[in-house]
């Protein structure tokens, strides 16, 4: 079904945060099967060999800098030989990244079907259980997207929270949580992501601990970097899962 272009009336106020957060608009259909199939011509051995050798000499894809940032805190927090989760996959970069860290295996959740093109990497769709914990998970560029309908979820305008509160399940204690998402002034793009400001991160982040962040600084949350349909300014940071709160100030 084709995603709404409009936040329903009754909706308004829970996506804005009671008026605290503004709404705008703009608009994208990623669940039509045309989308995704070419999505799905990225997932093949030659994709995974190319962005291995790009890998490896340290270069970034789509989200440019946020890569960078990646590199600095696998190396400040090794993945080798651990079980980890990847949130979303519109290109099989950050699976391939984890096997290149020494990953022992490798499960990507994501909306549309995907098909797998190594035995390290397994591919699953939300509605599928899981049948381990997994020592670490990437999401990077993932969750300010859900419950918005873009890509063919169902409306929720705490989606993101929820899913966040869900990986405290999925991982491991002590786990780590690799996370980036647009960060700016609070704003909702609807329906195509959300922009997180000191409201929404503080919320986002809730029950974690921080051990590290990459790339912010202290005009981080007031940036106008992503106000818009762009959001390429996405910094990092490393969260342990804890029952402790230790949000970015």
Known sequence: MKPVEKIPEQMVDQYSMGGEIPIKYSYRDDS?????????????????????????????????ATDLHLYAALNDHPITDQDVCVIGSAHPWYEIMCLHFGARSVTVIEYSERKSFHEKITYQQPHEGLDIKFDSCFSISSFEHDGLGRYGDPLNPNGDLESMQKMKGVLKPEGLM????????????????????????????????????????????????????????????????????????
């Not at 700016?184 to 503080?202: L, P, S």
């Not at 029950?207 to 818009?228: A, H, K, M, Q, T």
Request: glycine share 8%; with cysteine.
């Open 178 to 249: 690799f996370l980036a998402v647009p960060v700016g002034k609070d704003a909702v793009w609807f329906n195509v992501h959300r922009v997180y400001g000191e409201r929404r991160f503080h919320k986002l982040t809730e029950g974690w601990e921080v051990l590290g962040r990459y790339g912010f600084d202290d005009l981080s949350f007031d940036s106008d970097i992503n106000n818009g349909d762009s959001t390429m300014y996405q910094p990092l940071v490393v969260l342990e899962n804890k029952k402790e709160t230790n949000v970015i100030s």
């Open 32 to 64: 039509s099967p045309l989308v995704q199939g070419e999505m799905n011509s990225n997932y093949t051995k030659e994709v995974c060999e190319d962005s291995l050798k790009r890998i490896s000499m340290g270069q970034h894809n789509y989200y440019g």
